[in-house]
């Protein structure tokens, strides 16, 4: 099995090579919207070639991408997803699904340089670092709940990458909406003074001074308002945490299976159980307390901070029964 190990690695370096393409290509293409004037942005839509090409080299990418993870199993007889190597390329391999999956009914494909980056980021940090070589597994893992509990986990990890992501940028956006609202704010009361009087004029001349400078940058301007990201966010968070539940349930009887105990705070299942907290808080406020906006933004982040704490910091710093999930 040898042969479909080293397929598989190439096949990963293969993705990582069309998803650089495509963060160059979504790079340029936000150059563009940021140097577009408003009354440009329309007619222009139609040729945006740049991001046809990243979605096209996304969508080669993902294909690469899926071709191995399969492999890698194929190699490991097993499932691909039983240490931090693999959970890594499924993880990133769920996000960009996720990216792309939610280009139907909307165009977001303003989002595939801030995914697609990551992404990058964290291939990259897989095969450098994480790297093991395609084996079996030890006993304790050598279980049906392998593929059920650490699959959906990895899923949960996938789709709260991009949730977070979409918070961020909601926090850029409304902060970009602020400076606008401001803006007109302050050149509405440059303008009472000469409404003021014996009346407004018939015609008023034409100011002379330079315009005044826009607020908000084209870039942040091209993006969906920051209500609408937050609402997407929303529900990749809601579906993130369903799946996290799930995979705190499952761990627990896996737990009970292997240990003959369901509970033991051992250092990953105490930070699976901080994660999920934060984000039932996170959906409890916004339910119940109208935490709409920067504040659910704040907590979606902090959520998934959680989450990369739980993944690096636990596996690779904590000692305990989970430590096989770490480097070889």
Excluded at 17 to 24: K, Q
Excluded at 44 to 56: D, L, N, T
Excluded at 249 to 275: C, N
Excluded at 284 to 306: D, K, M, N, P, Q
Aim: hydrophobic share 50%; aromatic share 10%.
């Amino acid at each position: 099995m040898t042969d479909f190990g080293q397929l598989s690695t190439l096949l990963v370096y293969g993705a990582m090579a069309a998803y650089m393409v495509a963060l160059v290509a979504f790079a340029v293409d936000l150059s563009g919207l940021r140097d577009r004037r408003p009354v440009e942005r329309r007619p222009v839509e139609r040729r945006r070639k740049a991001v046809g090409i990243a979605m096209s080299t996304t969508r080669v990418g993902i294909l690469l991408h899926l071709a191995g993870v399969v492999t890698r199993g194929i190699a490991a007889e097993r499932v691909p997803w039983a240490n931090m190597y693999e959970f890594s390329i499924l993880a990133t391999l769920i996000a960009v699904g996720v990216f792309l999956g939610l280009q139907r009914g909307r165009d977001l494909r303003f989002l595939g340089t801030f995914v697609i980056g990551p992404v990058l980021l964290l291939l990259g940090v897989a095969v450098s670092v994480l790297f093991v070589r395609a084996d079996g597994v030890q006993p304790a893992l050598d279980s049906y709940w392998l593929v059920i509990h650490v699959s959906i986990a990895t899923i949960a990890t996938g789709v709260l990458t991009v949730a977070a992501i979409l918070s961020s940028l909601q926090l850029v956006r409304e902060r970009g909406e602020l400076r606008e609202a401001a803006h007109e704010t302050e050149r509405a009361a440059e303008r009472a003074p000469e409404l003021v009087g014996a009346g407004a004029p018939a015609k008023q001349a034409p100011s002379s001074g330079p315009p005044a400078p826009r607020r908000m940058s084209k870039l942040v301007e091209s993006m969906p308002s920051s209500a609408e990201l937050e609402r997407l966010a929303f529900r990749l968070n809601a579906v993130g945490f369903m799946l996290w539940t799930f995979t705190v349930v499952a761990g627990a009887i896996w737990a009970e299976h292997a240990w003959g105990r369901p509970w033991g705070w051992d250092p990953k299942e105490t930070w699976s159980f901080v994660v999920w907290v934060v984000y039932a808080a996170y959906l409890h406020s916004r339910a119940t307390r109208g935490w709409e906006g920067r504040r659910a933004a704040y907590l979606s982040i902090f959520g998934f901070a959680c989450v990369l704490a739980n993944y690096f910091l636990v596996n690779l710093v904590f000692n305990g029964l989970h430590s096989y999930s770490g480097l070889g």
